[in-house]
């Protein structure tokens, strides 16, 4: 049976929840598991993540790793792989997961896959399944031999027994980093703050033209009192500033009810507004991923569909 | 300084998409083709470094004889060469034969610099980029939202999650991997399209570049593309737009949100 190798990613001083995932992923393919904390201060993480299902958790510390790094890390994550010799490395698919994950591969040789949110051992490989096409498919993948996964976030519930694992130092020496990291923060905020408004209006790449957006969608805002926000590339080609984003790199909000006009629903928008009380999503396209999370769904033209839905709000308010 | 872009040609954004008969790709024959859009905004990336001073761009791609079409727009929009590769064998691929393969390209001249788009618009891989800086023995960074050229180095700004940015500072040599929306993507002029015509563009074989099919073997490979299955999904609202709409607004009211 495969022996799995998970990496963890601490974020905040804390192990994320996606790790977690990770050893319900791997727990579910039934073999042996290991894991790899590796920063600067972890040593309680590594033991908390000992007795939540980790197994045997590898524990690398220095100052070296104390921000995140691609060459330290695969340094490490290479040595963690040489000691313990595993036929699945899994890590999640966050910035620093997809960051390492190639260079990781190509320093092993193996077979890479990201984003997948199944797993299954097939012969001395695995099959992956995933998302492509940005949404539009799904894709089972082969991948043979010793096999790297990043592994969508939100894909498996975190794993939540908790058992008997251990705790091991895993000594690296010589680790450097050819780029420096200066500083995180946050981007510039404008007075645009989607978290607090009951009902969120978001217009997509569907809305083809920016003035679409005062012409056709500012009226339903109007209309139901919401405010505005927008899908990524909206705010990729400037037609609205970055704090309209709504999704895992703009906002993520949860309003009473969030109204998504000509938005596909690529995972990264809905990570952003799944979480919203009620779902309206307005779309052409009967096979849009939006309609999967929408409560309420209105196949159609929304320049048709938007401008008789603000006619029919008037008249009901009277 | 030389900059190597690194592009891919992908469906184009709204082309309608069908699995194919074999069930592991698209119908490819009867769509319309693009530049992958984060390849574009690393190609614009490379145009503006080269528009502030001294510097050649050259793009290389991988793909069949229609992604000539996708570097004689690149060429247009100002790259100055190319560099196209295919060979049967790649019909069927993963992310490390392609950047090893572009690590063949890259390697029979000397970048300052290689940038890409952080994923491509089909295949999703976001592995391309990291892999070929490994061949290359580059650092790089992926995500990338700014980048700015400094004296032998570049001081860049990667996209984490919920708004925030890492500042990192990357010598030169390096690698870097744009998200969308770095830029505005300029388009080809009609000047530049003329004088696109002339610039050169150099078709190489596996063998060209010292590989064979072997050497860009597979690891991974498509057993199955599917429409997802459906779930329960919404509930929709049938009719004409009025009858749609004033659905909707009844529903709007029994939220009590009216
Ligand atoms: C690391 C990373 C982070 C990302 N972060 C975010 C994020 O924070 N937020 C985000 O939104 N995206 C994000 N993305 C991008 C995401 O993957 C998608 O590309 C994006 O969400 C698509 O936006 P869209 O739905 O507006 O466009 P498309 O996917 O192009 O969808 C447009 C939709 O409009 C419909 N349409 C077109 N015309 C009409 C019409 N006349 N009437 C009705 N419907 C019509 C089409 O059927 C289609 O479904 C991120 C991607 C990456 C890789």
Redesign the interface.
């Known amino acids: 049976m495969a022996k799995v190798l998970i990496v963890g990613e601490i974020q905040g001083g804390a192990l994320r929840e996606a790790s977690l995932e990770l050893v319900a992923v791997a727990r579910g393919l039934g073999g042996d598991v290991v894991s790899l904390v590796l920063g600067k201060g972890v040593q309680g993480i590594a033991e908390d993540l000992s007795k939540k299902g980790g197994g045997k958790v590898l524990v690398a510390e220095g100052d070296a790793l104390e921000a ?1 790094s ?2 330290t890390h ?1 340094a490490v994550i290479q040595q963690a792989v040489e000691a313990e010799q595993p036929d699945l490395i899994l890590l999640s698919n ?2 620093n997961g ?6 990781l ?3 092993l ?7 997948v949110f199944r797993i299954e051992a097939d012969g001395d490989g695995f ?1 992956l399944t ?16 010793r096999t790297l996964a990043t592994v969508q976030p939100g894909a498996a519930t975190a794993y939540e027994g908790s058992d008997a694992g251990s705790v091991e130092a895993l000594t690296v020496s010589g680790l450097s ?11 510039a ?1 404008g007075g645009h703050d989607l978290t607090k408004a ?2 969120v209006v978001s217009g997509g ?1 569907g809305l083809q033209k920016p003035e679409k957006f005062d012409e056709v969608l500012e009226p339903l805002c109007a209309a ?1 009192g919401a405010q505005m926000g927008a899908s ?2 909206v ?4 037609w609205k500033p ?1 704090e309209y984003q709504v999704g ?5 909000i949860a309003p ?2 969030y109204v998504a006009v000509g938005i596909s629903g690529a995972i990264q928008h809905l990570v952003g507004m799944k979480g919203s009380n ?4 307005i779309n052409k396209d ?2 849009a ?1 939006i ?11 929304l320049f ?2 938007v ?3 603000v ?3 008037k008249q ?2 009277g | 300084m030389k900059i190597l872009v690194c592009l891919k040609q992908v ?1 184009h ?1 709204d082309a309608r ?1 069908e ?1 194919a008969p074999g069930g592991t790709w ?1 119908q490819d024959s009867n769509i319309k083709f693009d530049i992958n859009d984060y390849d574009k905004y690393a190609l614009e990336l490379a145009l503006r470094i080269k528009d502030a001073g001294e510097a050649e761009v050259v793009v290389a791609s991988i793909g069949p004889d229609r992604a000539t079409q996708a570097l004689r727009t690149a060429l247009g929009m100002g790259a100055d060469r190319a560099v196209q590769v295919w060979d049967d064998a790649f019909a069927a691929t ?3 034969a392609i ?1 090893k393969t572009l690590a063949a390209v890259a390697k029979e001249e000397s970048f300052d610099l290689v940038v890409m788009g952080l994923m491509s ?11 070929l ?3 290359l023995d580059l ?5 990338v939202v700014k980048a700015e050229l400094q004296d032998g180095k570049v ?1 860049v700004e ?14 030169l040599p ?1 690698l870097l991997a744009v998200q ?2 770095i830029n ?1 993507v300029r388009y080809a002029s009609l000047k530049g399209i003329m004088a696109a015509k002339k610039k050169p563009l150099a078709k190489k074989s596996l063998s060209d570049l010292g590989l064979d099919a072997g050497a860009v073997a597979p ?13 329960e ?5 049938e009719g004409s ?2 009858e ?3 659905k ?2 009844a ?3 029994e ?1 009590g ?2």
């Open positions: 995140y691609a060459d695969t966050t910035p997809w960051d390492v994950a190639g260079k591969a190509a320093v040789d193996v077979a890479a896959v990201t984003d099959l995933r998302r492509m096409f940005n949404g539009k498919f799904d894709a089972q993948l082969r991948a043979s031999g980093s050819r780029s420096t990291f200066v500083e995180v923060r946050k981007a905020a009951d009902i790449r139901l990524r590339p705010v990729d080609a400037g970055h895992s790199s703009g906002q993520v009473k009810l009620f779902i309206i999503a009967p096979d991923p309609f999967e999370v929408a409560d309420l769904g209105v196949v159609g033209d048709e569909v401008p008789a839905l006619e029919a709000l009901a308010k | 469906p954004q998409l699995v698209i993963d992310s490390l950047a618009d089909d295949a999703n891989n976001s592995l391309t980029a990291p892999m800086a490994q061949f650092p790089h960074v992926t995500s001081e990667r996209e984490l999650e919920g708004g925030s940015l890492e500042v990192r500072s990357v010598p390096a969308t929306g505005d690891k991974v490979s498509i057993a199955k593309l599917y429409v997802p299955p459906k779930g999904g919404a509930e929709l609202v737009p009025a749609q709409a004033s909707v607004v529903k709007i009211k939220l949100l009216l």
